[in-house]
């Protein structure tokens, strides 16, 4: 799918980095290498990686190709745009926030051992003093933060009261007996009070929003290795003892990276995720228990100070598991009552058994009760199908077709969703049930039947967001349409590119022909006989700056839709005619065939037309040769035919291409006026338990038709070959010269007697 952020990093620099700072750290340990040049050296490299990544983040502008994503997948159109570069432009601003305070990090362990033993404690507290705040800054705006509810809030702080307690009640446990100094205090306080903030922050937000729970929990880590280090430094520890700082530093800035590139990736946040329940109720008692052993066994006695704060630990872990046997409670009443309203939509909208009011939000809320299982989005294409009565028969096929317990709804004018509970393979069979249902005719108004198109897309609900679900099958079911309707797609990354690049087409194509970006390429058609060039025929080439060459399996149906075909094929028809004279000019007597779809031949002034860029360009006639495709000139047989007619009483030629020959082809081709029959080189291979090639049948009806045969595609001297042996005149194809510019194709001539035609 096209890229909606920065690419996913690769975990060998993390694992480098990683693994030096634990070998610096285990030669400080063992003394090998004094304390504060280990701490130095181990969180160097960590801290660098994570400084250069997130300067890069900082300075990621929002791409075109993003941008174009998010419009094209987005349910609402072209505010989607103006959001995600208010978000990107906040995630780079962030970015370059967290650079700064995992540098100031970094930095202040990195002069340790250039620092005498005096400065060392003051360059702790500059470097925790300017860390804490940038720290508090970028994260109070990450993006994706939403305002929380007052129970929501009442839960946080309690949580992090009991864990800050817990965690002052431990730093007081592990702190060496008598005076503390002021700077420790501060460290051992303040360190406490951020670091249970931050954790409880990481953990609230894991699923929610996993990005910015990395952020918090790298934060966390940071600050609270240098508030390690101010304890250690204010102790006047020995040098051996500063190597501890290392891993919770080192650790907190590849953490904050790797959270700042998810965030910046625009990850959306889970609703409804509930946040963890254990390590918020067990970690504040767990720690408080681990401190107090730790200490009882050192120690042997507390003091009524210390007992009367390791007592204050109960309260707010009462009150927390109050507040989260109360949330439970909700939880467990609002899936009642989902469950209940579930059921109600199930049973249909009435006696006649009639899909349910839904609206798109009610919508979203049914999909979380069916994760697991697939939802169909079911689109209406006919005239008449908003009628009431067709649209309540639509409804009452649906739901007869659907399982007792899918849920079928109407959403919008025309539309049905069905939630199923099936998994996506069954689903797409259930789709395509429900689209043969549909394809029956309906009585409508007066007697007449009515026949309903409609196009189903499909998405998975496993484990996904609802907005994402219901974005997925809307996209599929625009590939449905787009690919002709009556048929099921399902939702894949590929099918979204597909959509974005079918959106750009159609945004770059406006205008295509007066920016001068469309092209003919040639290729030329030899005598068989002697492979002398008799002709060539002109292929169609769109030059977008934008998308590079696009060629016209991909053009035309986009300009068909956007009513350009006409705007397209007459520069097509004006430029091959140009290039004709131009050609007769040296002497070169070829012809030129130009392919057109019947929807161009049923422009009234097609014929007219074409005349008038005959003559405007003093071209013989029969040097034009007008093609259609076989397989599109069934539904419009009487207007081709009347076209091609008219066509041939001006000199033009004619010709009908990619022909199938199959029984109503060959039925079909005594009704076509042409000069010229196409066919595949497959009709040359050998027919099944020895039979001749069908090219001879084919060649021999042409014979008695009046019509000369054009072998294309001839890719091997075997199938040259073959198509001289049948008796056909004239070839195409790779094997004996390949599409090029006028100019090439020009010299390639020069190289050949002129022919005559």
Same mark, same amino acid.
């Given at each position: 799918m096209p890229p909606t952020g920065p690419r996913r990093w690769p975990l060998l620099p993390d694992f480098a980095a990683s693994l030096s700072g634990a070998l610096f750290l285990l030669a400080g340990i063992a003394g090998l290498v004094p304390g504060p040049a280990a701490a130095a050296l181990a969180v160097a490299g960590g801290s660098a990686l994570a400084c250069v990544r997130l300067a890069w983040l900082a300075g990621v502008p929002p791409t075109p190709a993003a941008t174009r994503h998010e419009r094209a997948v987005g349910w609402a159109g072209g505010s989607a745009t103006g959001r995600r570069a208010r978000r990107v432009a906040l995630s780079r601003r962030v970015a370059a926030i967290l650079d700064a305070a995992v540098l100031v990090a970094g930095l202040t362990v990195a002069v340790l051992p250039l620092s005498d033993r005096a400065h060392r404690l003051p360059v702790a507290l500059v470097g925790l003093g300017l860390a804490t705040p940038l720290y508090a800054t970028a994260l109070f705006r990450l993006p994706g933060r939403s305002r929380l509810a007052c129970r929501e809030r009442l839960r946080r702080a309690?949580?992090?009261?009991?864990?800050?307690?817990?965690?002052?009640?431990?730093?007081?446990?592990l702190l060496p007996a008598g005076p503390v100094p002021p700077a420790g205090l501060v460290a051992s306080v303040g360190g406490a009070a951020t670091l249970a903030v931050l954790v409880t922050a990481a953990l609230a937000e894991r699923r929610r929003r996993p990005?910015?729970? !990395?952020? *918090?929990?790298?934060?966390?880590?940071?600050?609270?290795?240098?508030?390690?280090?101010?304890v250690l430094l204010a102790y006047d520890a020995p040098d051996r003892a500063l190597s501890a700082v290392a891993p919770p530093v080192?650790?907190?800035?590849?953490?904050?990276?790797?959270?700042? !590139?998810?965030?910046?990736?625009?990850?959306?946040? *889970?609703?409804?995720?509930?946040?963890a329940a254990w390590p918020r109720l067990t970690a504040p008692a767990g720690i408080a228990a681990l401190a107090a052993g730790v200490h009882l066994g050192t120690v042997g006695e507390f003091t009524p100070a210390a007992m009367a704060l390791g007592l204050s630990i109960i309260p707010p872990i009462m009150v927390s598991e109050l507040l989260a046997a109360a949330d439970q409670r909700h939880r467990v009443e609002r899936l009642a009552a989902s469950e209940e309203w579930l059921r109600r939509l199930v049973g249909g909208g009435g006696d006649a058994g009639e899909p349910a009011p839904l609206t798109r939000a009610e919508l979203a809320r049914a999909l979380p009760l069916r994760s697991g299982g697939a939802l169909l989005l079911v689109d209406? *294409?006919?005239?008449? =199908?908003?009628?009431g009565p067709v649209l309540a028969e639509v409804g009452r096929r649906l739901r007869a077709g659907c399982g007792a317990h899918d849920l079928v709804a109407?959403?919008?004018? =025309?539309?049905?969703?069905?939630?199923?509970?099936?998994?996506?393979?069954?689903?797409?069979?259930?789709g395509h049930r429900l689209l043969a249902a549909l394809a029956e005719p309906y009585p409508g108004p007066g007697g007449i039947m009515v026949h309903v198109r409609a196009s189903i897309g499909l998405a998975e609900t496993t484990g996904g967001d609802p907005e994402d679900v219901l974005r997925q099958a809307d996209l599929a079911r625009r590939r449905a349409v787009q690919l002709g309707r009556d048929r099921v797609e399902w939702y894949d990354a590929y099918l979204e590119e597909q959509l974005v690049r079918r959106l750009d087409l159609e945004r770059e194509l406006p205008g295509a022909v007066a920016r001068g970006e469309l092209d003919l390429v040639y290729q030329p058609v030899v005598a068989l006989a002697d492979r002398l060039p008799v002709g060539t025929e002109a292929l169609l080439r769109w030059r977008s700056p934008a998308l590079g060459t696009v060629l016209p399996a991909e053009l035309l149906p986009v300009a068909a839709d956007l009513d350009l075909l006409g705007e397209v094929g007459w520069w097509v028809v004006d430029r091959a005619c140009r290039q004709l004279a131009s050609w007769s000019e040296g002497g070169r007597e070829l012809w030129m065939a130009v392919n057109v779809t019947p929807r161009e031949l049923a422009a009234t002034d097609f014929v007219a037309r074409t005349a008038t860029a005959l003559a405007a360009y003093d071209v013989p006639p029969?040097?034009?040769v007008v093609e259609v495709a076989e397989p599109a000139v069934g539904p419009e047989l009487p207007t081709v035919v009347a076209r091609l007619a008219g066509l041939r009483s001006l000199g033009? !030629?004619?010709?009908?291409?990619?022909? !199938?020959?199959? *029984?109503?082809?060959?039925?079909?081709l005594r009704r076509l006026p042409i000069d010229l029959l196409k066919v595949g080189p497959h009709l040359v291979a050998p027919g099944a338990d020895g039979q001749r090639p069908l090219i001879?049948?084919?060649?021999?009806?042409?014979?008695?038709?009046?019509?000369?045969?054009?072998?294309?595609?001839?890719?091997?001297d075997g199938q040259v070959a073959g198509a001289r042996r049948a008796g056909c005149r004239y070839g195409q194809g790779f094997a004996l010269a390949r599409p090029a510019t006028a100019e090439r194709v020009e010299a390639w001539f020069e190289e050949f007697p002129s022919p005559s035609r």
């Open positions: 309690v949580d992090a009261l009991a864990l800050g307690v817990s965690l002052a009640f431990a730093g007081w446990m990005g910015a729970a !990395r952020c *918090h929990a790298g934060a966390g880590l940071t600050l609270g290795g240098l508030a390690l280090l101010v080192l650790a907190g800035a590849l953490l904050t990276a790797a959270g700042a !590139r998810r965030t910046s990736a625009g990850e959306r946040p *889970h609703r409804g995720a509930a946040p209406l *294409h006919d005239d008449l =199908a908003p009628a109407r959403v919008g004018d =025309a539309g049905f969703a069905v939630l199923t509970d099936l998994g996506p393979v069954p689903a797409y069979a259930l029969e040097r034009l033009v !030629r004619t010709a009908l291409d990619d022909f !199938r020959a199959e *029984h109503a082809s060959l039925a079909q001879d049948v084919v060649a021999n009806l042409g014979s008695r038709l009046g019509v000369e045969l054009v072998v294309e595609g001839l890719e091997s």
